[in-house]
């Protein structure tokens, strides 16, 4: 046994809809009851490709005391589903440079006699998902050219639209002044680093509170919205996400706070790219 990163699933807000079945191509998780279910520790990566699945934000990644991951087993588990599955797992752990754990997997193709997926990939493999574009690594990417922004044209200077403080969920009081019969602008952390005009775009006018479900605990997450949403006169919440997997957990919680709140309320999402754009 040793500590590591797991998911962890809360069955109290877990409704078995499987959604996230799919994206754990390791088999570890199985609808069981009613409720989705970690079945092996051993088949469990860590990474986290079932997070931005789940529409009620119900699974979320700890760290515990777990059997050690097992590749060895994941591969046999996996050649059931088919050499597409088995390619998009390669390519993952290609792409995060999880050298180890990728020459157990080659290893195990030519133990058994099977080609290497890398080197003759199956027929349509361009068009095959990331199983894994959810896990807690993003993929690195240079959007543009540093050199940019060191020439950029003077610009005039804009006014902050901000009102009140603080603005993180976790520190905000749900009986806020500042929330009281105000637009209710959510936010998640890297929107207000990828958005230019971030207060003059999405700001003004608005109360704002920011987060990130993927690194915060969502339950808490989720309780916290809900008493907002109780407790205020809010008519209208513009969610504001990143276009990344991890980011449309916020969008699940935002959306089952407004249901279990039994309030009337708006809901507008506006999804931002990674080069700070409108999806």
Same mark, same amino acid.
């Given at each position: 046994?040793?500590?590591?990163?797991?998911?962890?699933?809360?069955?109290?807000?877990?409704?078995?809809?499987?959604?996230?079945?799919?994206?754990?191509?390791?088999?570890?998780?199985?609808?069981?009851?009613?409720?989705?279910?970690?079945?092996?520790?051993?088949?469990?990566?860590?990474?986290?490709?079932?997070?931005?699945?789940?529409?009620?934000?119900?699974?979320?990644?700890?760290?515990?005391?777990?059997?050690?991951?097992?590749?060895?087993?994941?591969?046999?588990?996996?050649?059931?589903?088919?050499?597409?599955?088995?390619?998009?797992?390669?390519?993952?752990?290609?792409?995060?440079?999880?050298? /180890?754990?990728?020459?157990? %997997?080659? $290893?195990?193709?030519?133990?058994?006699?099977?080609?290497?997926? +890398?080197? #003759?990939? &199956?027929?349509?493999?361009?068009?095959?998902?990331?199983?894994?574009?959810?896990?807690?690594?993003?993929?690195?990417?240079?959007? /543009?050219?540093?050199?940019? %922004?060191? $020439?950029?044209?003077?610009?005039?200077?804009?006014?902050?639209? +901000?009102? #009140?403080? &603080?603005?993180?969920?976790?520190?905000?009081?749900?009986?806020?002044?500042?929330?009281?019969?105000?637009?209710?602008?959510?936010?998640?952390?890297?929107?207000?680093?990828?958005?230019?005009?971030?207060?003059?775009?999405?700001?003004?006018?608005?109360?704002?509170?920011?987060?990130?479900?993927?690194?915060?605990?969502?339950?808490?997450?989720?309780?916290?919205?809900?008493?907002?949403?109780?407790?205020?006169?809010?008519?209208?919440?513009?969610?504001?996400?990143?276009?990344?997997?991890?980011?449309?957990?916020?969008?699940?919680?935002?959306?089952?706070?407004?249901?279990?709140?039994?309030?009337?309320?708006?809901?507008?999402?506006?999804?931002?790219?990674?080069?700070?754009?409108?999806?």
């Amino acid at each position: 046994m040793t500590i590591r990163k797991i998911i962890e699933i809360d069955e109290e807000l877990c409704t078995g809809c499987g959604v996230c079945i799919p994206n754990c191509p390791e088999g570890a998780l199985q609808v069981i009851d009613g409720k989705a279910r970690l079945i092996s520790d051993i088949f469990c990566d860590g990474l986290g490709a079932c997070l931005g699945e789940c529409p009620e934000g119900a699974i979320t990644i700890i760290e515990r005391e777990a059997e050690p991951y097992s590749e060895r087993l994941v591969m046999e588990n996996m050649m059931k589903a088919g050499d597409n599955t088995v390619y998009a797992h390669l390519k993952h752990l290609e792409d995060h440079g999880e050298t /180890g754990f990728l020459n157990e %997997a080659l $290893a195990y193709l030519e133990e058994i006699g099977h080609r290497n997926l +890398l080197e #003759h990939p &199956p027929e349509g493999a361009d068009d095959i998902p990331d199983m894994h574009a959810s896990g807690l690594d993003e993929p690195e990417m240079v959007i /543009g050219d540093a050199a940019d %922004a060191t $020439a950029a044209v003077d610009v005039p200077r804009q006014e902050s639209q +901000l009102h #009140h403080w &603080p603005v993180q969920l976790n520190l905000v009081n749900a009986n806020a002044p500042f929330l009281k019969g105000k637009e209710l602008l959510v936010a998640a952390d890297c929107v207000l680093v990828a958005v230019a005009n971030f207060h003059q775009d999405y700001l003004r006018g608005k109360s704002v509170v920011i987060g990130c479900p993927k690194f915060d605990d969502a339950r808490a997450y989720l309780q916290k919205f809900k008493d907002i949403f109780t407790f205020n006169d809010i008519e209208k919440v513009t969610l504001l996400h990143m276009e990344v997997p991890c980011c449309f957990g916020l969008k699940a919680l935002v959306e089952r706070a407004v249901q279990t709140s039994g309030k009337d309320i708006e809901l507008e999402e506006v999804i931002i790219s990674v080069q700070g754009k409108e999806v």
